[in-house]
Structures are given as C-alpha cells and as structure tokens.
C-alpha cells in the first residue's frame, strides 16, 4: 500500500432505471463488482440478447476487466488487477441474468439459497444469459458464502449479510477497504418476513463512508398519494397478503381457485402453501424447483417432461384440478381458457409483471373474457418512501448514492452528501 492508494467506486448501470445496477469498488490492485443483471426493457423488441446488443441498448454495463474476453474480443488486463471478485445480491433477474458473461476465471459469490438456486432456475438454460463456450443449460460456478464470514479479495474485504426482498435468500453487502467501508443494500425492505435482519444490515453498516442504496420506492411520486398505485397497492405486508389469500378461500367455498407467485418469491409460496385451508397443488416445474425444502402436491400438463425426483404419490392430475371447485388452490401457468367460468385467479407478483410488461394487458382481459375474476395480490419486495428513510437513518452514511430508481433525485442524506452519479462515473472517495 502506498499513501496514493485510494478507494474508488463506478457506477456502470442501473442508476435511472428499476434494476439492473453495476457498480465496482476498486482499491489498488484489487477490485470486485456487484450485481450482475439485465435492465428489463420489453418495449425495445431486440433482436436478440448478445452481449454487442446489451451493450448496446445500455441493458448491462460496459465494465471493463470482468466480462468473458470470448464476449468482448479484449484481454483482462491482470497486470492492472491481480485481485478480482464478483458478488450477486439475489436471485431476481435484474440482478443475475448477466453472470453468465462474468470471465470464468473471476471467483463469483453469493448468499447460500442464492447460490443453490440459481443452477436449478437454469436447468433448463432459459433463466440466465448463456456463457460462452457452453450450452444454453450451463451455469457457471457460484460460491456460496457464509453469512458475515471475510471474504478476502486482495486488498478488498467482502462480507455478506442476510436481508429481505421478494426473493428468497436475498442479501445485503458490506465492501470494506484499508481506509474506507462501503455498504450496498440490494433490494431492500422492513415489511417482509425479517425486519430484524435488515436492522442488523443496518446496524453493521452504521458510519459508512457510503451507502449505496435502492429507491424503487419513489420511483412514482405522481403516485404518492395513490391507493391504487401498482407498485404498493393491496396488503402492506407480508403476513397480511397471506392472510387475504386464507380469507379469500374461505369466503369462496365452492369455486375454482388458481393463482400464480413469482418463482424465486419461495418464501411466500411456502407460508401461502402451510397457511391455506386447501390443498395447494404447484405445477410440477415449481415443486421441482423447491423439492429441498420438502415434498408438495403437483400437476403436470399434457405431455410434459417428468421430473425424476418428484414423489408419483403425490401427483393430481391436472383433469381432476379442471374439474375442482372446493378441494384444492392450484398454481396456473396457461391454458387459462380451461378454468372454469366464474372462477378465482389470484395474481402474487406473478408474471406478466405489470403496465409495462405488454403481455399484461392481452393477459388480464382474457381471463375478463372466460369470466374469471382476476386478483391482484402483490406485496412490494421494496422498502417504500417512509422505510427507505429509516434505512438511511439508521446507516447516516457519509455519502448516499441512490441506485435502481426512475428519481434518485427524491432519495435524501440527512447525515452527509448525497451523489447523484451519471452512468460510467467513478467516484473517489
């Protein structure tokens, strides 16, 4: 180390955008980049999703010494970084799509669950973006890190905390270098199923030198005031969303009732599945997907491809669910002109996502066509205006840099600066 050694931060994408943030701190030799996702940009129709393409569209960051050389055409400069590391806050596409583009020989780390079912989300290679070199069905390595055990990448120190989000295993990250410390939230929340592991984020991360935090949560302020806003309307949480599914099985005791989560949501399907006075039936992708955590009730569609680890006792079949109307709640995945007229359908954060996801419109009308109700259920994986506040207020970070946000503008620092970077700009701290 000499006394020119300074502690720089970049900041590739993600920054005006819901999704998608690469950033990279960087220490002399050394540096590690965190997360590694895809904007999500439906509208633009691209042809493809080449790395040229990506690049192009500014969907990932043009980073530079941490991309697959095959990709890029260009060397990773190792005589400028000898020490290199990569890291994933969670399983959301947003922030892991890309991995696959990450050089092989760079290690790449991320919480437990994270790490254990990201492999299994590509099984069949239509998760991530494909590496280069291998089939569509492989994922590169991932090492799954213990939860606030160092982890050393030269003279970086990385240490991952557990955290809340509407994906299962999300985590917070704490960057510390000889002189300066560096805490990056993820997706964040205090209205999920633990608030007192982002409060020990929190508190681990009190005094940093800077906070780099999510602002999905006023990305709206036209819709503020809205009860109907699309990102915070319905239950407020958790424990209340699974509750108005209960009650909605028990107000409707003779009817068709489907519904659908978003497959890395697993947290939320195991609460709905243990809370529900149905039998819940998944489809046999999603039961496969979580067969770890134990053995669910599922369905196949005509002709589907069988899964080997799935218990064949506990198979329904999927005319007996068509026909049902009392016994069961069972995850739909399409041919929804098959449920019954006058059925229920319950939509929790599943896809088609929302407005801006064009498949959504054509999605919701035609279940209006074959009588069924639609119900939205969501419960935001996203701290809103007031929990964002908190969670700054108990870091008061010296610098605030507000990430994954349309406003970034709207996110404050009571206790310090707060930067508003542009898309390639390096900060020094």
């Given at each position: 180390?000499?006394?020119?050694?300074?502690?720089?931060?970049?900041?590739?994408?993600?920054?005006?955008?819901?999704?998608?943030?690469m950033?990279?701190?960087?220490?002399?030799?050394?540096?590690?980049?965190?997360?590694?996702?895809?904007?999500?940009?439906?509208?633009?129709?691209?042809?493809?999703?080449?790395?040229?393409?990506?690049?192009k569209?500014?969907l990932i960051?043009d980073?530079?010494?941490?991309?697959?050389p095959?990709?890029?055409?260009?060397?990773?400069d190792?005589?400028?970084?000898?020490?290199?590391?990569?890291?994933?806050?969670?399983?959301?596409?947003?922030?892991?799509?890309?991995?696959?583009?990450?050089?092989?020989?760079?290690?790449?780390?991320?919480?437990?669950?994270?790490?254990?079912?990201?492999?299994?989300?590509?099984?069949?290679?239509?998760?991530?973006?494909?590496?280069?070199?291998?089939?569509?069905?492989?994922t590169?390595p991932?090492?799954?890190?213990?939860?606030?055990?160092?982890?050393?990448?030269?003279?970086?120190?990385?240490?991952?905390?557990?955290?809340d989000?509407?994906?299962?295993?999300?985590?917070?990250?704490?960057?510390k270098?000889?002189d300066?410390?560096i805490?990056?939230?993820g997706?964040?929340?205090?209205?999920?199923y633990?608030?007192d592991?982002?409060?020990?984020?929190?508190q681990?991360?009190?005094?940093?030198?800077?906070?780099?935090?999510e602002?999905?949560?006023v990305?709206w302020?036209?819709?503020?005031?809205?009860e109907?806003s699309?990102?915070?309307?319905?239950?407020?949480?958790?424990?209340?969303?699974?509750e108005e599914?209960?009650?909605l099985?028990?107000?409707n005791?003779?009817?068709?009732?489907?519904?659908?989560t978003?497959?890395?949501?697993?947290?939320?399907l195991?609460?709905?599945?243990?809370?529900?006075p149905?039998?819940?039936?998944?489809?046999?992708?999603?039961?496969?997907l979580?067969?770890?955590?134990?053995?669910?009730?599922?369905?196949?569609?005509?002709?589907?491809?069988?899964?080997?680890?799935?218990?064949?006792?506990?198979?329904?079949?999927?005319?007996?669910l068509?026909?049902?109307?009392?016994?069961?709640?069972?995850?739909?995945?399409?041919?929804?002109?098959?449920?019954?007229?006058?059925?229920?359908?319950?939509?929790?954060?599943?896809?088609?996502?929302?407005?801006?996801?064009?498949?959504?419109?054509?999605?919701?009308?035609a279940?209006?066509?074959?009588?069924?109700?639609?119900?939205?259920?969501?419960?935001?994986?996203?701290?809103?205006?007031?929990?964002?506040k908190?969670?700054?207020?108990?870091?008061?970070?010296?610098?605030?840099?507000?990430?994954?946000?349309?406003?970034?503008e709207l996110?404050?620092?009571?206790?310090?600066?707060?930067?508003?970077?542009?898309?390639?700009?390096?900060?020094?701290?």
């Open positions: 180390m000499t006394l020119k050694d300074k502690t720089t931060v970049t900041f590739y994408n993600g920054l005006t955008t819901i999704g998608g943030p950033i990279e701190v960087a220490y002399n030799k050394s540096h590690v980049l965190f997360d590694l996702g895809e904007v999500y940009r439906p509208e633009l129709k691209l042809p493809d999703e080449s790395y040229q393409t990506l690049i569209n500014k960051g980073v530079p010494n941490f991309y697959d095959k990709l890029t055409g260009k060397p990773i190792t005589d400028r970084w000898e020490h290199a590391a990569a890291y994933i806050s969670h399983l959301h596409l947003d922030h892991s799509k890309a991995m696959n583009f990450l050089a092989p020989e760079i290690p790449l780390y991320a919480g437990q669950i994270t790490a254990h079912l990201l492999p299994a989300l590509n099984e069949k290679g239509d998760f991530l973006l494909p590496a280069a070199g291998h089939d569509r069905t492989y590169r991932i090492i799954a890190a213990e939860y606030k055990k160092p982890i050393k990448v030269g003279d970086i120190i990385l240490e991952i905390y557990p955290s989000h509407d994906a299962y295993g999300a985590t917070g990250l704490l960057v270098t000889p300066k410390q805490a990056y939230t997706d964040i929340r205090l209205h999920g633990h608030p592991w982002v409060r020990d984020f929190m681990a991360a009190k005094n940093s030198d800077m906070l780099i935090i602002g999905t949560g990305s302020p036209e819709e503020k005031h809205d109907n699309e990102e915070f309307t319905g239950p407020k949480n958790e424990v209340e969303l699974t599914i209960v009650r099985q028990k107000a005791p003779e009817r068709q009732i489907t519904f659908n978003y497959p890395t949501n697993v947290e939320r195991l609460r709905i599945i243990a809370d529900s149905r039998k819940v039936v998944l489809h046999a992708q999603r039961a496969h979580i067969k770890e955590s134990l053995d669910y009730p599922y369905y196949y569609m005509p002709n589907e491809e069988h899964y080997a680890d799935l218990k064949p006792e506990l198979e329904v079949s999927y005319d007996e068509l026909a049902d109307n009392h016994k069961y709640m069972w995850q739909v995945v399409t041919d929804y002109d098959k449920l019954q007229k006058g059925g229920l359908y319950i939509h929790s954060n599943a896809e088609p996502l929302g407005d801006f996801d064009p498949a959504y419109k054509p999605f919701v009308e279940l209006a066509n074959n009588d069924i109700e639609y119900k939205a259920l969501r419960c935001s994986g996203h701290a809103d205006e007031k929990e964002l908190e969670i700054i207020a108990g870091v008061q970070p010296a610098v605030l840099v507000p990430v994954h946000t349309l406003h970034p996110e404050e620092n009571p206790y310090g600066e707060r930067i508003l970077p542009k898309r390639g700009q390096t900060i020094t701290l």
